[in-house]
């Protein structure tokens, strides 16, 4: 069993910064990658941020720019800075990582809880 726990959100005024970890836990033989996707009332889960093990990262437009994705591979943890938050960034932030528990086993896909981020003065 793997499981992914989430840390660092709450309030911050527009223009602020925010942290968010994630660490991954249990049953893991490799990860492929881990990412970050945002969640709004209304409306459907979005990509932020994605990075592979290796250390390639990839962004939606609307973060580009103001958010940075990393990775510490040897603590299973990745992490998101957000620096020039707006309003619209507001979200239930979800952790998701493509991890094998065995090298017999293929990938799958595992989501942490959620963490909020709420964007206002």
């Known amino acids: 069993q793997v499981q992914l726990v989430e840390s660092g959100g709450g309030l911050v005024q527009p223009g602020g910064s925010l942290r968010l970890s994630c660490a991954a836990s249990?049953?893991?033989?490799?990860?492929?990658?881990m990412g970050w996707y945002h969640q709004a009332p209304g409306k459907e889960r979005e990509l932020v941020a994605v990075?592979?093990?290796?250390?390639?990262?990839n962004y939606a437009d609307s973060v580009k720019g103001r958010f940075t994705i990393s990775s510490d591979n040897a603590k299973n943890t990745v992490y998101l800075q957000m620096s020039s938050l707006k309003p619209e960034d507001t979200a239930v932030y979800y952790c998701?990582?493509?991890?094998?528990?065995?090298?017999?086993?293929?990938?799958?896909?595992?989501w942490g809880q959620g963490t909020l981020v709420t964007v206002s003065s």
């Open positions: 990075i592979t093990s290796d250390g390639s990262a």
């Open positions: 998701n990582a493509l991890i094998r528990s065995s090298r017999y086993s293929g990938y799958f896909g595992v």
């Open positions: 249990g049953s893991i033989f490799r990860i492929n990658t």
